[in-house]
């Protein structure tokens, strides 16, 4: 049943009762799909407003574009990198083969710890050239955004590293499938946000 | 057979306590999470009571209270201000009844994400805990409004700008991110959870009203959290986000370009869908109290759902209503007024319905009863003065008056704190299995609602003539004449005796949970599925080893051709006739598989 | 049936409390008259909607009270009658609506023939600044700002070096009948110049500048508030605008300096006593705000005779005050904390001038 149908539904009247139990779906998603799903909206909404702001200040006089280290770029690979691992750890996991799973995430996760690793090293050379966060807006913002960011990618490693110690232990292939597949989704949506924010930063 | 769930919806893991202490302290059921929620609420809430008894002091009486000076006094009004908003409404509204009601009422288990639900109450506690340490640091709270507004925020000058800001910002972000792990489990149950034949639109609006308000709280507290932070590194850390060059105090500051128009534009883009976070719950809850005591179904029920989606849609495209004299490009304020008198269509809608649910109906005066209708009147007053100040030239002389705060206080502080006690008269039942006592309970309500309209309606007056908010002391001001000096004494004596009585209410709760009339199952007839539990209380589960089957909407009172007065929600067609006293039991016919 | 005797009570009391009573608006004093106008349309369309609501729900309760022996109407919706009170609404809305949106297009059209005046706030003081006899503003930001020039007027800007600066009286003037753009600067936080009188009013915001404008139709002089949260002194904040006949106006103007001649002659401070100079400054920068002349209660303790009295301090010493400690107090203020007051004055970092004439100042006042 389409929504609109659903939203004028005459719910009080007798013949409304024959589509009573079609709300669900024959195949409704996990719940924690749905979750993390939502939970991306939220993200979503919280950077389109740090977008929405950096674009209200860079109108301001006193915007001056800031200095890009190489150091982004390669991060930006790494990024790529990690979440291509975490694809084929999925794809690998519909298939039911469990090394290539395992292997997947590892390196899905390491990569993305070094691409941390790596943003806090950009800190450090931002710093060391002069640039601090109180600097310049440009640079305000670039602290900010990468921390939120990054802090976004650390929850999905502490996550990450729940889903590993299930695959360590092998518990119950659909939990591992369901890990998995919600640690790939998380790791597209990140990447696709970081690289927004990267072409942002560096166009302006 | 009764409704198992279907295969393709995981039965939840439900985590069963055994020790005091999962059971009541760190517990995953969401009637124990509701109750925690409830009573972390209520005492901050008691908190900022106390502080706007203190603030009324003042504005009444001047100079009496040497302890409140200036400062406090603005310390005074913007702690008030951010608990009642934050910490008692949006926390109590979601977190307690949302909590309570959503797998009652759509017939689950528990939350789907309970261990979430869990977290999201205690990072609440430590939202709430760092808030009030801020009454403990040296400086004290910050006295910045509860607007926070840069630059004055974070300058001296305004008390609280060393540490009291600093815990208000963190604070808040502590408390967005306990809301975001309990709004998760909100919206994701309504959606996941529901039991079989519980139709969207057989939701009561109960549910409707806690899961929009629900989705516009995750989406707009990311405005608050992104504007607290920018704050945060303003003030720790020296950036401009929203800092221009600034002369404080006669020293030249180290900030300069930023915007604080820019702040308010992300403040108010949560703060005005705050507003409806607070008020659709209360529509969608007295939607269903006054259905249950006038005996009839909710007049206009499809209507009632679409304006609270509209309302909630639209609430994200007023937000500059709040800055039409803030000194922003003036030309918004044509888009702005258009939005918000819009808005005013559905809101006007829905208390049309309200009262046409009255009409032809068959009405109990019990105390759910009558706060409702205390609710609809207050809530057409404030209704009617946002009007006045949305739209655009009528704000300008009334902005920043007392007319704003009469306002505010009687739609979103006043009506939903209504239609909050006329819930816990009506759900305390279920709770605790006893009835609240009624003759401490019509005191309570007349002394609140009279009280209150002898607060606020008066002190729109005020704002005609003139007086501004946030004032300390109107002394020396020609204007304001003695007769409205005299009103703001006689307005402080009806706070401080409406302040009182809530501790009759409290006292209340403590006394009926231990002596109060045994309610039994039902004690309101109603037909909705949150009261058709096997027992009342309901237990860790709810609902036995199956889940009920959901027949019909949440509004069948009076139904024609039916035996009794009401037909429960669980109720097949084919029992309308019969007794409904076996139906809970009984097995369902072919027509409901 | 108490609810419905006091619904209806209320509704002929809420009536009635706003004929009767005492409480409206001042007496206008600028052409704003049309705002009052929507404003009255406002509260009679919405005190008819308030009015019929209660009047039918205390009209409803009374005629469906429970009775054992009936039952409710079942009727889940009726499309005709939402759509009609659907149409009504939204016809009452726009009729608030248009009006209104018509006279915000006046607000925001500033006339060609206005006249500026710049209004600079700051905590928690006024002060103005004219165009001189070329008529225009000279350029100003808070980067100008010194003592010597308060309003930090652009000294290289030719313009500006006529223009007329009233930095410390507070009081403003205005001519009658001649519609004026009062532009709105601050040099700390935000603040909002309100005159009840005039209805409109405006924020004032760091780094930029706001406006609004009006005319002025009425003779007097009304009191100068401030409409936004600035702080501890925010309620302390006010000023006078007086409006007056054009010669009046023209006589007044003409006898303030210029800021050409407040910088030739070495700031607005130059030439004054010490005495005077003290007195600038405390006002200059705020002091006053806090710390009161007459003995009355404030933020800080009051300036009246302070000079020689002993103070209790929160540590349960006594200090009896002198020179030396009033210098430790300004620089250094929460080194001592008299009993009673809040940790709460900034540290100022004056110069030891300054701090000598704010001491000779606050001596003064003692005799
Ligand atoms: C007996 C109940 C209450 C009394 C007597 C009361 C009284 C006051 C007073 C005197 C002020 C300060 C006004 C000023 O100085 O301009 C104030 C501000 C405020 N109140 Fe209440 N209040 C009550 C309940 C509530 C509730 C339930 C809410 C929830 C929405 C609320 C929200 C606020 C807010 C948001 C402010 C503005 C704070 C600010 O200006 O920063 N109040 N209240
Ligand atoms: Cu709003
Ligand atoms: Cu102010």
């Given at each position: 049943m389409g929504i609109v149908k659903k939203l004028t539904a005459k719910s009080w009247s007798a013949e409304n009762s024959a589509s009573d139990d079609q709300h669900l779906s024959a195949i409704s998603p996990h719940s924690s799909k749905i979750g993390l799903r939502l939970f991306l909206a939220i993200v979503t909404s919280l950077f389109f407003l740090v977008v929405a702001a950096y674009k209200m200040r860079m109108d301001l006089a006193d915007w001056v574009p800031m200095p890009e280290p190489d150091l982004l770029w390669y991060n930006t690979v790494i990024l790529i990198a990690s979440s291509l691992a975490m694809e084929w750890a999925r794809r690998a996991a519909r298939r039911g083969q469990a090394q290539t799973v395992k292997l997947g995430m590892m390196i899905g996760g390491l990569l993305a710890i070094t691409f941390l690793v790596g943003q806090l090293v950009a800190w450090q050379e931002m710093a060391n050239l002069g640039f601090y966060a109180s600097s310049n807006p440009a640079n305000s913002f670039f602290y900010m955004i990468t921390g939120i960011h990054g802090l976004h990618i650390l929850g999905g490693v502490i996550a990450w590293t729940r889903s590993m110690a299930r695959i360590g232990r092998g518990d119950d292939e659909d939990k591992i499938k369901l890990g998995v597949d919600l640690c790939a989704t998380y790791w597209h949506f990140l990447l696709l946000v970081w690289l927004v924010m990267f072409a942002l930063m560096i166009s302006t | 057979m009764d409704y198992v769930a279907p295969a393709e919806v995981e039965d939840l893991e439900l985590h069963d306590p055994d020790t005091f202490i999962t059971k009541y302290v760190w517990s995953q059921d969401h009637k124990v999470i509701a109750v925690q929620y409830s009573i972390i609420a209520i005492a901050v809430g008691l908190v900022a009571l106390v502080l706007s008894g203190l603030m009324r002091l003042q504005l009444g009486f001047p100079g009496m209270f040497e302890f409140i000076n200036p400062a406090t006094y603005l310390q005074f009004v913007t702690m008030h201000g951010m608990i009642m908003v934050i910490y008692l409404l949006t926390a109590l509204f979601l977190g307690g009844f949302g909590n309570y009601l959503i797998p009652l009422m759509c017939g689950a288990r528990d939350m789907v994400f309970p261990y979430m639900n869990m977290l999201s109450v205690w990072v609440y506690l430590l939202s709430v805990i760092i808030l009030m340490a801020s009454f403990f640091v040296p400086g004290g709270p910050t006295g910045a409004g509860w607007t926070l507004y840069p630059p004055q925020a974070?300058?001296?000058?305004?008390?609280?700008?060393?540490?009291g800001i600093i815990l208000m910002l963190v604070s808040l972000v502590v408390f967005i991110v306990a809301f975001t792990m309990g709004g998760l489990n909100y919206v994701t149950t309504v959606l996941q959870a529901r039991t079989r034949g519980m139709t969207l639109m057989r939701m009561p609006l109960s549910v409707w009203g806690i899961f929009i308000a629900t989705i516009l709280g995750l989406l707009a507290f990311p405005a608050l959290f992104v504007s607290g932070i920018m704050m945060l590194l303003d003030r720790v850390i020296g950036t401009s986000f929203f800092m221009p060059v600034i002369i404080s105090l006669g020293q030249q500051l180290?900030?300069?370009?930023?915007?604080?128009i820019l702040f308010q534009h992300l403040f108010w883009f949560f703060g005005h869908p705050e507003v409806y976070i607070v008020a659709l719950p209360a529509f969608g809850i007295v939607s269903d109290l006054l259905s249950v005591h006038a005996r009839r179904h909710i007049f206009g029920y499809r209507m009632m759902v679409w304006a609270i989606v509209i309302i909630g849609g639209l609430s994200f495209v007023v937000w500059a209503h709040h800055m039409y004299v803030s000194g922003m490009n003036p030309w918004f304020g044509f888009f702005f007024a258009t939005t918000t008198l819009i808005i005013a269509v559905p809101t006007a809608l829905k208390v049309y319905n309200w009262t046409l649910t009255l009409w032809k109906a068959n009405i109990n005066f019990t105390l759910p009863m009558l706060f409702a209708i205390g609710f609809i009147v207050t809530f057409v007053n404030g209704g009617i003065t946002g009007l006045f100040l949305g739209n655009v030239v009528v704000d300008v002389p009334l902005s920043d008056t007392m007319f704003v705060v009469a306002h505010f206080h009687m739609v979103m502080g006043v009506a939903p704190l209504l239609v909050i006690f006329g819930a816990i008269y009506h759900w305390y039942p279920l709770v605790t299995g006893r009835m609240l006592h009624e003759g401490m309970g019509k005191f309570h309500f007349w002394v609140t609602f009279l009280g209150t309209y002898a607060i606020y309606f008066p002190m729109h007056y005020l704002g005609f003539v003139g007086v501004p908010r946030r004032y300390y002391d109107y002394e020396g001001?020609?204007?304001?004449?003695q007769s409205a000096r005299d009103l703001n004494s006689a307005i402080t004596i009806a706070a401080l005796i409406v302040g009182v009585v809530q501790l009759l209410f409290i006292y209340n709760m403590i006394w009926s949970y231990f002596k109060g009339k045994k309610s039994g199952p039902n004690p309101w007839k109603a037909a909705s599925l949150e009261w058709q539990t096997p027992q009342t209380p309901p237990v860790h589960g709810n609902w036995g080893p199956n889940l009920p089957l959901v027949y019909r909407?949440?509004?069948?009172?009076?139904?024609?051709?039916?035996?009794?007065?009401f037909c429960p929600q669980n109720q097949p067609r084919s029992a309308d006739a019969g007794s409904s006293a076996m139906v809970a039991g009984s097995a369902p016919s072919a027509e409901d598989n | 049936m108490a609810v419905v005797i006091v619904l209806v009570l209320l509704v002929v009391g809420s009536v009635i409390f706003t004929f009767v009573s005492p409480y409206w608006f001042t007496p206008i004093a600028s052409n704003w008259g049309t705002i009052d106008d929507i404003l009255i349309l406002t509260f009679i369309l919405t005190g008819i909607v308030f009015v019929l609501v209660v009047l039918f729900m205390a009209w409803a309760i009374h005629k469906y009270r429970y009775d054992k022996n009936r039952r409710s109407a079942y009727e889940p919706e009726n499309n005709k009658l939402e759509w009609w009170l659907t149409i009504l609404t939204s016809i009452a809305v726009i009729a608030m609506l248009a009006p209104g949106l018509v006279v915000w297009n006046d607000f925001i059209t500033v006339p060609e023939d206005a006249h500026e005046v710049d209004v600079l706030g700051q905590q928690w003081h006024w002060a103005f600044r004219y165009p001189g006899e070329d008529g225009v503003l000279g350029t100003s930001g808070v980067q100008h700002i010194t003592f010597a020039n308060p309003l930090g007027v652009n000294p290289d800007d030719p313009n500006g070096q006529d223009d007329i600066l009233i930095a410390t009286s507070q009081v403003m003037h205005l001519p009658m009948d001649r519609p004026v753009k009062i532009l709105l600067r601050s040099k700390d936080v935000l603040h909002d110049f309100y005159v009840p009188q005039f209805r409109a009013k405006m924020d004032m915001i760091p780094g930029q500048v706001s406006y609004f404008w009006l005319t002025p139709i009425r003779e007097g002089t009304f009191e100068i508030l401030c409409a936004e949260l600035c702080g501890v002194g925010h309620y302390q904040m006010r000023g006078k605008v007086v409006v007056e006949d054009e010669a009046s106006y023209q006589t007044w103007l003409t006898t303030q300096p210029t800021f050409a001649e407040t910088m030739s002659s070495?700031?607005?401070?130059?030439?004054?006593s010490l005495f005077d100079r003290g007195r600038l400054l405390a006002e200059g920068q705020g002091c006053l705000s806090c710390h009161s002349l007459d003995g009355s209660a404030g933020v800080g303790p009051t300036w009246q005779n302070i000079f020689g009295r002993s103070e209790t301090m929160a540590d349960g010493s006594v200090i009896v005050v002198d020179e030396a400690y009033l210098r430790e107090s300004i620089i250094n203020p929460n080194a001592k904390v008299v009993e009673g007051f809040d940790p709460f004055m900034p540290p100022y970092d004056l110069t030891d001038e300054e701090l000598e004439a704010i001491i000779a100042f606050m001596r003064g006042e003692g005799e």
């Open positions: - | 974070i300058l001296q000058g305004t008390p609280g700008s060393d540490w180290d900030y300069g370009g930023g915007s604080p001001i020609e204007f304001i004449p909407w949440a509004y069948d009172y009076a139904v024609p051709g039916a035996k009794d007065d | 070495g700031g607005v401070d130059a030439g004054v």
